[in-house]
């Protein structure tokens, strides 16, 4: 059947993803190293680093570089594509169990990376941090997670699907852009592994690449809960019920509300709204995961077997 | 918190004065720091803290099952988090207490932002920086016009902004709608809460089994419902009158038994219909996703079931049909449970009835596996069957006490007064036949549907301030409030064309994602060479 063969075709088309997104990964890992081995860094007491390049080395390290972002966007095709095949085979939208909602997450960070790395090209020793994340989510939902394509059950059928769980999977995966740019920023300023921090960006960069994204990804995130609730109230008769997905859907959305107050506060500018905005997609994840398979409860959609 | 007594010796004469003002310190350093960014914050975080609870430990509102079940799990812990009402979290005076102080923290925090806004659009744009140069955006170029020429150019390029100007100097401002956006958002927070808070007091929610084929409904009051949770101020009179008949349930599924659609044909009279004395039903095809909205009040198709019919022939002739809904107690093959009750008719002697009440309970496979032990392996209605049980004796319906519809009283059976006279499997039209020379048969199954009646009349307010909260939210993120200045200086050259030098600079006010590149373009707009 046609159906089936093009299910195949996406279930093929993701794996390439995931291992286009595992070489992308270890390309960025061989030019850190690369790189790190070709620069002497001498760390100042409390002064900038100091830098000294040998000129030749650095070219070759930026090659693995560049082939790794090149990958990066190959793979990004692939698994698009993977989402749409997907689609056509069970006729729906592809958005009706974990294994697609973590694929259209993890699109969406990819997506998020490729924007962000093109505006600050500065970005790209960063890439081997935002694919790490995104390889670990494919492959739990590629193995875990997985399930055939099939319809959905009629609770789910609604045009608010489309609507509501995009939107979730769009914020999701631009929040975890910022949440990985977070940890590279506390990284950087704890003064911890200084020969291997060195490499990144400044602790300023992926703070605002951190703030930056969040500003997008909270009102879209915002946007996506209002959506569910009024789908909420069309499906289960009232718009907000404290669901466990619901409060911790909420509680995410406070901290990440705490992050941005935590912003504009004396004292708090730096580290602790770092640290609140990498719990915020600590929750986010444990809202994903932990929520949907082991707290019983309206959103449980996982269609995972037993 | 320890609050320092000044060390005045009581009775001196200007006690009373310092005290007062005392107090006034106190009450407005407190107002202080829970107006303060840094109280917020920390409230934030308790509110987060504090909700984590209403979704790991198993909610009264949502699941009283599963509550009872972890008080017999952890049977030394439960009572104590009962006590703390960590079964009703969002219930619970702590968390009542945070969100409170967070929106008391809001307002104190807003308002007098608001006020500040207000104030500050009716203020002009600051007058230029003596020193332009250094501010974080700047640039001088010449252009080969006059004076006014110039000004005429930064006038179109300023077109939307705040703006001043003397002869030589423009000042402008824009993003007001930042500070207004951040404005809206926090108050329509207010605004959500309260509609939600009506919601809470005046709405309600009920639930109630109607059997298709016919069964009736109307939201009349209370005891029409099989469960009803009522808002703080309804007493459940005055309920908004309406009726619901539902003719017909389908359901669809997969080969693999998932459910695929769910529909419920069904008719309504409104309250107009009702006052007008209507007998007509307006049609509605009711499904999961698509309720039913009437003024007020909206009709859910929530759950499924089956209701087997039996009849009962007695010895006498006399003949009593009976169909109850079955419990589901499988939801993925919808094997149900339930009891069918039936009392002899015509026996009025008290002692008789406790001996000739008659109950068929068991369960109900919809597609049944066949066999002597029956179970359910799809969920639609393919191949029927009961494996029941036929007691007689007390069914203790008339000991004044309430007992479930799906079960019999197990005491009647323990003490002997009730007994079981048949174990049987019957699919439709099958019968067995008592000692007694009684028949039992299974004439068939009919569908019955959970119907929720919810009525919330704070939503739509709850709907509109989200969505006045998102405009506030976007506008107060994507919105940069900035400022430009330009000052002028005509100078004619050697040649005695008149020039303009034209020295600019920016400043944005809030956030450092930076005003460069609006900055680059006004410039490259202002210093272009005209055609």
Known sequence: MVLTDLALYSDRLYMAAVAVYVLAMVLHGVEYAAERASKQVLVGAGGPDVEVEEAPARPRSERYGRMAVSLTVLGVGLHLVSIVLRGLAAERWPLGNMYEFTSAITLAAMVTWIVMLRRTPSMRPVGMFVLFPVVVLLFLGGTVLYAPAQPVMPALQSYWLVIHVTTISIASGLLLVPGVASLLFLLRRSGKLPEFAAKLPSADVLDRLAYRVTIIGFPLYTFAVIAGAIWAEAAWGRFWGWDPKETVAFVAWVVYAAYLHARATAGWRAERAAWINVLGFAVMIFNLFFINMVVAGLHSYAGLPG | ?531
């Open chain 2, 1 to 531: 918190m320890a609050t320092q007594t000044p060390t005045r010796p009581h009775g001196s004469p200007d006690s009373r004065a310092p005290r007062a003002r005392l107090a006034w310190v106190v009450l407005r350093n407190a107002w202080r720091s829970l107006t303060s960014m840094r109280t917020a914050l920390i409230l934030l975080f308790l509110l987060a803290v504090a909700a984590l609870p209403g979704a790991l430990l198993p909610q009264r509102s949502l699941n009283q099952t599963l509550v009872d079940s972890y008080f017999t799990q952890y049977p030394w812990l439960a009572p104590t988090l009962d006590r703390l009402g960590f079964f009703d979290v969002f219930a619970s005076p702590w968390f009542a207490a945070i969100y409170l102080l967070l929106m008391i923290s809001l307002v104190g925090c807003v308002l007098p932002r608001a006020w500040e806004h207000l104030k500050g659009l009716r203020q002009r744009p600051v007058a230029v920086p003596t020193n332009l140069a250094r501010l974080p955006h700047h640039d001088e170029f010449t252009l080969d016009m006059d004076a006014d020429e110039a000004a005429t150019r930064i006038r179109t390029r300023l077109k939307g902004w705040r703006r001043t100007e003397t002869a030589t100097t423009f000042s402008a401002e824009k993003g007001y709608l930042r500070e207004a956006g951040n404005l809206v958002f926090h108050l329509s927070l207010i605004g959500l809460l309260l509609g939600f808070a009506a919601g809470k007091l005046y709405g309600y929610e009920g639930q109630v089994i109607v059997q298709a084929g016919g069964g009736q409904f109307c939201n009349t009051g209370i005891l029409g419902y099989d469960s009803f949770r009522a808002g703080l101020r309804v007493d459940g009179t005055n309920l908004d009158p309406f009726c619901v008949k539902v003719d017909s349930f389908t359901a669809d599924y997969l080969a693999n038994g998932q459910a695929q659609s769910f529909d419920a044909a069904i008719g309504y009279q409104t309250r107009a219909d009702l006052d007008a004395g209507v007998t007509t039903w307006r049609p509605f095809p009711l499904a999961v996703n698509n309720p039913l909205r009437l003024d007020g009040s909206r009709v859910y198709l929530q759950g499924n079931g089956y209701a087997p019919r039996f009849t009962v022939t007695f010895p006498d002739g006399q003949k009593r049909t009976g169909q109850t809904q079955w419990n589901t107690v499988d939801p993925t093959t919808m094997l149900a449970q339930g009891t069918q009750k039936f009392a002899r008719p015509g026996v009025t002697d008290e002692a008789q009835r406790k001996l000739t009440g008659l109950a068929i309970t068991g369960i109900f496979a919809p597609t049944s596996s066949g066999g002597k032990v029956i179970t359910s392996v799809f969920p639609d209605l393919r191949d029927p069957e009961v494996a029941v049980d036929v007691l007689r004796g007390d069914l203790g319906l008339d000991d004044g006490r309430g007992q479930s519809i799906f079960q019999v009283d197990q005491s009647k059976i323990d003490s002997g007064a009730l007994k079981r006279v048949a174990r049987v499997n019957l699919v439709p039209g099958q019968s067995t036949t008592l000692d007694d020379g009684t028949v039992v048969t299974f004439d068939g199954v009919q569908r019955w549907v959970n119907l929720q009646v919810s009525h919330d009349p704070g939503q739509d307010y709850v709907l509109a301030f989200a969505i006045l909260l998102l405009l506030g939210l976007f506008s107060s993120l994507t919105i940069r409030r900035r400022r430009f200045w330009a000052r002028l200086t005509p100078i004619t050259g050697d040649d005695g064309v008149k020039r303009t030098v034209v020295e600019i600079g920016g400043l944005a006010r809030t956030d450092r994602a930076g005003y460069g590149e609006e900055f680059d373009r006004l410039r490259a707009d202002l210093a272009k060479k005209d055609d």
